[in-house]
Structure formats: structure tokens, C-alpha cells
């Protein structure tokens, strides 16, 4: 039997969760279980759970042998492209006979709504000398309450990203996803949904979704964002746009540098343009 849900409404750019459970209710144990989900028309693949794969647009997820009343989950993200219809049909085969072949076949309708333009919203960094974690944030309110109590140093706007999906200078923005880790209570940022969507299948990580939109390459008005790590401190990652503070932490100070993360617009930038 197959099941599928999604885990918000479809919109224009934005990634869109589908979630299937595939489960043995037959008399036997099943062999050879296997998901197929097409990526739907009108969208693009994003992230699958780990042993599923993409081939021929098509996610095939591997389940093996299922003993009776067991179930597997498997989670494909896609995003959608464009207004209008989105069709996901998804089907589940084993190697035996099947009694009941019509709930081997789950299909989701749904219509694609518009995304607002983004534009460009300013990214600020505090800093806490508790937990020695800078902190990011698009909102401007959650800066002043954090910058006000006492237990971080408000350091200004570090740059801009965009705050839905859109083009800016002729670049097309990808999201910029926030989680926080309930171990540490750190928040760690990644522009990889490889990353971000399997970081949340640990119970010590939740997704804490899209923190604006950022830039793949480099434009006019564009300035790199690096990321660092910090070996001597488990999961402590530090984010900056200033080359000469990327460079002197890994030079004199023991950061491993991981490169850029993207690219954010320069403060003092004009809007830009291109949808």
C-alpha cells in the first residue's frame, strides 16, 4: 500500500515537500519492494532520502524485502517551475502477485500559486560571547529583541539577499536554508539542500526553513560569502563576507575554510533587476 502527502502548498521557486509510506498489508512477506515517483511535470528535482536515486527524471527508491505490517518513508523535495497544475504519481511494485493493485498507486493533485517578486532584504550578524556563535537573521525584529537582552552584540547588516525566489542582475537566487541544532543550540546556514535536507533527519537538527535567497555566482554588486570551520570546537561554523577575516581566522587563528557559500548583494547596492 502507498500513501503520499505534502508537507505545505505549492508555490512558484519554493521547494515543495512529498512525503510517501509505502507498507506490507498482504498475507506475505513482499520482495523487491520498489517506489517510483516521477518528477512532476512543471517542476525540478531538489533532494531524495538517502538510497533513493534520480535517473531518467525519475527518484526509484530501493526498499528490499518487507515482512507483513512493516512500512518504509522515503521523502522527494521538487520545485515548481511555473503556474498551474503539479501531478505527483507515484507507484509501488514487489516481485509477488499482488491482491490488491489499485493502492499500489497514490496520486496528488495540486495547483501551483504565485511567489511575490523578491527583493533585496538586509541580513544581519550578531554575536554571543556565551556561546561563542554568530548569529543571522533577515529579521529585523528578531536582531533588536536578540541585540536588547543582554547576550549578544549586534554587529550590523552584513550584506543583502532576496526574500522569495527572483533574478537579481541577471542571476537567478536559490534558497539559503536556516536549522538549529537542540545539542548545542547553535543555528547552522547552508546553500546545499543535500545538506539541509539530511541534516533534518537527525533528531538533534530542525529545519528551520528558507532564511532569504541568495546568489549561485557572482554579478555586478554581488560580494562572496564565506563559510569556516572550527576543528577545535565540534559543529562551530562561522559566515562572513569579509575576505580579510576569512583569511587572518584561517591564517593565525586554526579555521579550516570551506569556500564560498554564494554570494550576497552588497549593502549600499541599488535594487537590481530581471524578475
Not at 517506489?35 to 533513493?52: D, R
Not at 514487489?94 to 527583493?119: H, I
Not at 532584504?121 to 548569529?135: D, K, Q
Request: with cysteine; net charge negative.
Amino acid at each position: 500500500m502507498l500513501s503520499q502527502t505534502r508537507a505545505s502548498n505549492p508555490a512558484v521557486g519554493k521547494d515543495l515537500v512529498l512525503d510517501f509510506v509505502v507498507s506490507n498489508v498482504g498475507q506475505v512477506t513482499a520482495s523487491n519492494v520498489v517506489l517510483s515517483e516521477p518528477i512532476p511535470a512543471g517542476s525540478t528535482y531538489v533532494w531524495a532520502s538517502p538510497g533513493c536515486t534520480l535517473a531518467s527524471s525519475t527518484v526509484t527508491c530501493n526498499f528490499g524485502s518487507m515482512p507483513i505490517f512493516t512500512s518504509h518513508a522515503a521523502r522527494v523535495v521538487v520545485r515548481p517551475l511555473a503556474l498551474g497544475p503539479l501531478v505527483s504519481t507515484a507507484t509501488v511494485s514487489a516481485t509477488e502477485p499482488e491482491s490488491t493493485p489499485y493502492n499500489n498507486s497514490n496520486t496528488l493533485n495540486m495547483a501551483v500559486s504565485s511567489t511575490p517578486a523578491g527583493v533585496p532584504v538586509f541580513r544581519y550578524r550578531l554575536y554571543s560571547p556565551v556561546t561563542l556563535e554568530h548569529h543571522f537573521t533577515t529579521d529585523l525584529n528578531e536582531y533588536t529583541v536578540l541585540g536588547s537582552n543582554g547576550n549578544w552584540n549586534m554587529e550590523g547588516a552584513i550584506g543583502k539577499v532576496l526574500d522569495n525566489p527572483g533574478v537579481y542582475n541577471g542571476v537567478q537566487a536559490t534558497p539559503y536554508y536556516r536549522l538549529y541544532n537542540t545539542s548545542n543550540n547553535w543555528h547552522h546556514w547552508t546553500s546545499d539542500p543535500n545538506e539541509y535536507y539530511t541534516l533534518v533527519q537527525f533528531a538533534n537538527w530542525s529545519a528551520e526553513g528558507v532564511d532569504g535567497y541568495i546568489l549561485p555566482t557572482t554579478t555586478t554588486n554581488a560580494t562572496p560569502l564565506y563559510r569556516l570551520l572550527y576543528p577545535f570546537v565540534a559543529g562551530l561554523h562561522h559566515w562572513t563576507t569579509d575576505a580579510n577575516e576569512y583569511n587572518t581566522l584561517i591564517g593565525s587563528y586554526g579555521w579550516i575554510g570551506e569556500g564560498g557559500s554564494g554570494f550576497v548583494i552588497q549593502t549600499g547596492a541599488p535594487p537590481g533587476g530581471g524578475g
